[in-house]
């Protein structure tokens, strides 16, 4: 922070100007010292001038008011010349450096009575320093000032909140660290060749950018930047708003709309095909009235079970859609799945192990128990699928109390719920897969072995009943489906 006050201060000063430690050391130049001396950074100005100079700078170091010495140093051009050696302490925070000016005699001689006045102007020039920090550290975006090579001079605290990143960390540093797509690995700004005007075609525009925090992964911020000249040294002002909030949002509103979309499609398809089924099971039944050839009423017994499995099909395309009015009462849901895992055990194989653990005997909560029965008949299917050999099937339910999130819709108010925790010891997924398995027609099964419906049904459904669903998965390892259903007193 001290170096950056530096900068700003003597940066553009035409005084020789000096930034040390209360040792001696040179922690920076200012051009005009670059220019006029052979100094470099990191050497000892106490080995320089000898004790009499370190005497000099243990009084600059405790006040703040310039205090002056007289020394003589030798040019870039190998004269040597006498200074007024004028010092000053800087403090921030636990820091704490010298500045130090050198004034020729000739000048200072001419102009004894300026020696206030230009203190005061100094003064000044640290004072509004620090009323910009103060105002910049109020933003809640990270606003940066650069010089023309891209080094960072001045940034405000938000940095450390949105990227991690300290101000002593990143002073100094160049923005393309923060940047990566506006200042490539490739192309560096500091190389004599490098074309500014990809930097200048940003000014006065706002757009997208990716940058990076200090642990390495990337967000969506939008970037502005601004120029200005002072001294004829040009900096550019950048701010950097984080978009990582407005596209979770932005995300979840076009996934609302397009299970809205799909909803309204399957609620329309499935009326028309229902209408068609009823004519194609009235008509069937009719048939079987009639004929009493046996072959035939086999055969019509086999079409009646698959135009019921449709009719099935249809209630659970229906359910998704929210055009099905849910039969939502108190169920012990403890009982309910158990009677449902018996039917589902008989159509799972022998090589898969099933085991159930209810943890209150007593466990009620809204739900309906058709569609209950129908969801865990989609899961137990995922789960065998999932098992190629032998395999576990393991059902908890258990009463749990939700924490309230305002980030999540369906969890934001929080409350008591009933868990039932599906988990199968299959294959598992990867996180693209599981991000994606509830979406509508959704699935990694060869063609004609599966619909991609099973997970999103479950997912309507569960919401439909005012809880909400999520999955744990590990390729390798296997998945957990939880359901959550309100619990009722």
């Avoid at 922690?27 to 670059?34: D, T």
């Avoid at 000739?106 to 620090?130: C, I, T, Y």
């Avoid at 159509?347 to 569609?371: K, M, P, T, W, Y």
């Amino acid at each position: 922070m001290i170096s950056a006050s530096f900068d700003l201060i003597a940066y553009s000063d035409k005084i020789p100007s000096l930034l040390l430690s209360v040792d001696g050391d040179i922690l920076a130049l200012n051009p005009a010292a670059r220019r006029g001396f052979s100094l470099e950074q990191n050497q000892n100005l106490v080995a320089l001038f000898g004790s009499g100079f370190e005497r000099f700078l243990s009084y600059c170091s405790g006040s703040r008011d310039p205090l002056f010495s007289r020394q003589k140093l030798q040019g870039s051009d190998n004269i040597e010349r006498e200074y007024r050696c004028e010092g000053a302490a800087i403090v921030s925070g636990d820091e704490k450096a010298i500045l130090l000016r050198f004034k020729s005699i000739e000048r200072s001689l001419a102009g004894f009575s300026r020696v206030n006045q230009e203190h005061g102007e100094f003064r000044d020039k640290a004072l509004s320093e620090q009323r910009l920090q103060t105002v910049i550290d109020a933003a809640i975006d990270i606003i940066i000032l650069t010089d023309q090579n891209g080094k960072i001079i001045l940034v405000n605290k938000a940095i450390k909140k949105m990227m991690g990143f300290s101000t002593d960390e990143i002073i100094g540093q160049n923005v393309k660290m923060l940047m990566p797509s506006e200042f490539s690995d490739d192309e560096d700004p500091q190389n004599p060749g490098y074309d500014h005007s990809k930097v200048e075609q940003s000014v006065g525009a706002i757009r997208e950018v990716v940058a990076r925090r200090k642990d390495g992964s990337q967000y969506v911020a939008n970037l502005s930047v601004g120029t200005s000249r002072f001294v004829n040294e040009t900096y550019y002002t950048c701010i950097i708003h984080d978009l990582s909030e407005y596209k979770n949002i932005e995300l979840k509103l076009q996934q609302s709309q397009k299970m809205e979309a799909l909803g309204k499609l399957s609620g329309g398809v499935a009326h028309d095909f229902n209408n068609l089924l009823s004519v194609i099971i009235g008509r069937l039944e009719f048939a079987r009235e009639i004929i009493q050839d046996e072959t035939t009423d086999r055969h019509i017994r086999v079409a009646l079970n698959a135009a019921d499995k449709g009719a099935g099909l249809i209630d659970q395309l229906l359910s998704f859609s929210r055009q099905k009015h849910l039969n939502n009462e108190v169920l012990n849901l403890g009982a309910a799945v158990q009677e449902a895992l018996e039917m589902i055990g008989r159509g799972l194989g022998e090589h898969i192990e099933i085991s159930l653990e209810i943890r209150n005997a007593e466990i009620n909560a809204f739900a309906d128990a058709v569609q209950l029965n129908n969801a865990l008949i989609n899961l137990a299917t995922n789960a065998r699928d999932a098992m190629t050999k032998d395999g576990t099937l393991s059902i908890l339910v258990e009463p749990v109390l939700v924490e309230g999130d305002a980030g999540d819709e369906a969890k934001k108010n929080g409350g008591r719920y009933v868990r039932i925790a599906v988990t199968d010891s299959g294959t598992g997924m990867s996180e693209d897969v599981r991000k994606q398995a509830i979406e509508p027609f959704y699935t990694t099964k060869e063609v004609g072995e599966g619909t991609g419906l099973g997970l999103s049904m479950v997912h309507g459904y569960v919401e439909q009943s005012g809880g909400f669903m999520n999955i744990d998965s590990t390729v390798g390892e296997g998945t957990t489906v939880n359901l959550y259903f309100r619990a009722a007193d």
